[in-house]
């Protein structure tokens, strides 16, 4: 009966979220207004673009932001009522200061959020479900990819691009 009981868990679980989705994920990262949220919690009806950076980039990052948020204007009004922007830190040295200053310098709304993380083994898990690369070359300094990625609602990547400047293609798959 107990065998019964575990197998029926098991398959609602697994009707619930797919396994290749990020909410999976149990690491908890702090957004540049300083509130903490594991991967259940930003789980909603929205689809997410979401890349990895870092603040002390001095150039591939805020570009990519910028890429990013001319996605964002390229999309229609309905579509953007149906994403969120996330952008997860790769330097587990990142404040949440300076995660806003960087929101703040884009003159970005409250769709795109930045979050942190100190836990370096939480970076890297991200990182290695998305397939995002990067290496730390000296304290504050990383040699990473320009890859964004589009989610849907439950999680899963259902496209990605290699190269910040292509954000735009995203845009073709929101509904």
Same mark, same amino acid.
């Given at each position: 009966?107990?065998?019964?009981?575990?197998?029926?868990?098991?398959?609602?679980?697994?009707?619930?979220?797919?396994?290749?989705? #990020?909410?999976?994920?149990? %690491?908890?990262?702090?957004?540049?207004?300083? &509130?903490?949220?594991? +991967? /259940?919690?930003?789980?909603? *009806?929205?689809?997410?673009?979401?890349?990895?950076?870092?603040?002390?980039?001095?150039?591939?990052?805020?570009?990519?932001?910028?890429?990013?948020?001319? #996605?964002?204007?390229?999309? %229609?009004?309905?579509?953007?009522?149906?994403? &969120?922007?996330?952008? +997860? /830190?790769?330097?587990?040295? *990142?404040?949440?200061?300076?995660?806003?200053?960087?929101?703040?310098?884009?003159?970005?709304?409250?769709?795109?959020?930045?979050?942190?993380?100190?836990?370096?083994?939480?970076?890297?898990?991200?990182?290695?479900?998305?397939?995002?690369?990067?290496?730390?070359?000296?304290?504050?300094?990383?040699?990473?990819?320009?890859?964004?990625?589009?989610?849907?609602?439950?999680?899963?990547?259902?496209?990605?691009?290699?190269?910040?400047?292509?954000?735009?293609?995203?845009?073709?798959?929101?509904?």
């Amino acid at each position: 009966m107990k065998l019964l009981l575990l197998v029926v868990m098991f398959f609602l679980v697994s009707f619930t979220l797919p396994h290749s989705s #990020l909410f999976n994920l149990s %690491s908890v990262w702090e957004d540049h207004n300083g &509130e903490k949220h594991n +991967f /259940s919690e930003i789980r909603n *009806d929205k689809y997410k673009i979401i890349t990895m950076i870092f603040t002390s980039c001095p150039a591939a990052c805020p570009l990519m932001v910028s890429h990013v948020k001319k #996605l964002d204007m390229s999309l %229609s009004k309905e579509q953007k009522e149906k994403v &969120e922007y996330l952008f +997860f /830190s790769i330097d587990p040295l *990142d404040k949440k200061e300076t995660l806003a200053a960087f929101h703040k310098k884009f003159s970005l709304d409250a769709r795109f959020i930045f979050f942190r993380n100190k836990n370096e083994a939480s970076i890297l898990e991200l990182a290695a479900v998305l397939g995002f690369k990067y290496k730390k070359i000296e304290k504050n300094l990383y040699s990473h990819g320009t890859d964004v990625y589009l989610l849907n609602p439950e999680g899963e990547i259902i496209k990605q691009v290699k190269e910040s400047f292509n954000a735009i293609e995203l845009g073709k798959k929101i509904p």
